[in-house]
């Protein structure tokens, strides 16, 4: 019985490819048209990085485990430091659907979505409009 339990866990819970870890690009949010457009990031804007640690999928659902890092920057380091990371799923033109996990830079997050709905991941400062996006077809 225990190893029948151990092959179906085995089979519903596999490893997903994390090769998006350095496939991303910078946003910015735009008031006007309630959603985030590409952005060029010039040295020293650059203030956190997303490493995703480990990724489960059960069906269309995916698990991502990770950790925010900070990156050195050249301007007020200390305010950046204590900001939160928020993390967004968005759709395909880059509208918020929902926020999916709150941490501290240097913070660990877990989080689950759909890969069907989410299009996008967003992870961006809290109070900031910049922002390090994902997008989900990069899962395999």
Do not use: A, R
């Given at each position: ?6 092959i179906?866990?085995?089979l519903?819970?596999k490893?997903c490819?994390?090769n998006?870890?350095?496939?991303y690009?910078?946003v910015?949010?735009?008031?006007e048209?309630k ?5 060029s990031v010039?040295l ?6 997303p490493?995703v640690e ?10 991502l ?5 900070t990156v ?6 200390k ?8 993390i ?7 509208k918020?659907i929902d926020?999916?996990?709150v ?7 877990y989080?689950?979505?759909d890969?069907?709905?989410v299009k ?6 809290e109070?900031k409009?910049f922002g390090?996006k994902f997008?989900?077809s990069d899962?395999k």
């Amino acid at each position: 019985m225990n190893k029948l339990f151990l092959i179906l866990i085995i089979l519903f819970v596999k490893n997903c490819n994390c090769n998006h870890v350095e496939k991303y690009s910078f946003v910015n949010w735009n008031n006007e048209i309630k959603s985030f457009e590409n952005i060029s990031v010039n040295l020293g804007e650059f203030h956190f990085k997303p490493n995703v640690e480990n990724c489960f999928c059960k069906g269309e659902n995916i698990t991502l485990k990770g950790k925010v890092q900070t990156v050195q920057m050249l301007q007020d380091p200390k305010k950046t430091l204590n900001s939160n990371v928020v993390i967004i799923n968005s759709d395909f033109n880059t509208k918020i659907i929902d926020t999916l996990f709150v941490t501290k830079n240097d913070g660990d997050f877990y989080f689950s979505f759909d890969k069907k709905k989410v299009k996008n991941i967003i992870y961006k400062l809290e109070d900031k409009n910049f922002g390090v996006k994902f997008k989900i077809s990069d899962f395999k």
